[in-house]
């Protein structure tokens, strides 16, 4: 079963910074793409960034600047550097896992980790 596990969530102040951690399972799945969500209250899931197995970044417009994805495919891990918070950030942040080149799904997703950005 694969499995995906999120920790680094917390309260900071604007400016602040904050590094987000996904652990997963699966040997066979180390060079899986790999992304970080987020969802407000009251509002959609969206994409914030996305990494391939090669290393290849995506981000969100509203982020671009100050979060920066990375990984550790010998950890199975995916990270979430963020910096220069502002209160917008303020959502809950969930870690994702495409399979669909495996055969499996897209919907591999994290228990979510709680970043408030507040004074």
């Known amino acids: 079963q694969v499995q995906l596990v999120e920790s680094g969530g917390g309260l900071v102040q604007p400016g602040g910074s904050l590094r987000l951690s996904c652990a997963s399972s699966g040997s066979i799945f180390s060079r899986a793409t790999m992304g970080w969500y987020r969802q407000a209250p009251g509002k959609q899931r969206g994409m914030v960034a996305v990494i391939t197995g090669g290393g290849t970044t995506t981000y969100a417009d509203s982020v671009k600047g100050r979060f920066t994805i990375s990984r550790d495919n010998a950890k199975n891990t995916v990270y979430l550097q963020m910096n220069s918070l502002k209160p917008e950030d303020t959502a809950v942040y969930y870690c994702?896992?495409?399979?669909?080149?495996?055969?499996?799904?897209?919907?591999?997703w994290g228990q979510g980790t709680q970043v408030t950005v507040s004074s």
């Open positions: 994702n896992k495409d399979l669909r080149p495996y055969g499996l799904s897209n919907q591999y």
